[in-house]
């Protein structure tokens, strides 16, 4: 965990994604906002997607960077595709 900035985030990320993202692996990245306006959507992805040198795919990645922010606080995990649990309900918007 840690704090919602910028230049935290882009720091952590940098200095941890080659320990889970291989040379070869594509990768995306997932960005949950929840009580959030500090901080742009498509500026906080692209800084953190300029420091990775492994080629992007949106559709099929081999590993998913999933930045999570509520409020003040953030959360980064790095996953695998099937790592990610999904609920299947009527309920549930995606």
Known sequence: M???N??????IVENHYSEF???TDTFKIDLKRRNNDIIERERLIKYVAN???NQVNLENPDKIIRI???GNF???TF???DEILRLKSE????
């Not at 910028?6 to 720091?11: A, G, V, Y």
């Not at 309920?91 to 995606?94: A, H």
Request: with cysteine.
């Open 21 to 23: 993202i291989d040379k």
């Open 51 to 53: 420091n990775i040198e």
């Open 6 to 11: 910028l230049k935290s985030i882009t720091q």
């Open 68 to 70: 999570e922010l509520l």
């Open 2 to 4: 840690c704090e919602t």
């Open 74 to 76: 953030c959360g980064i």
């Open 79 to 81: 996953l695998k595709p």
């Open 91 to 94: 309920n549930y918007v995606d």
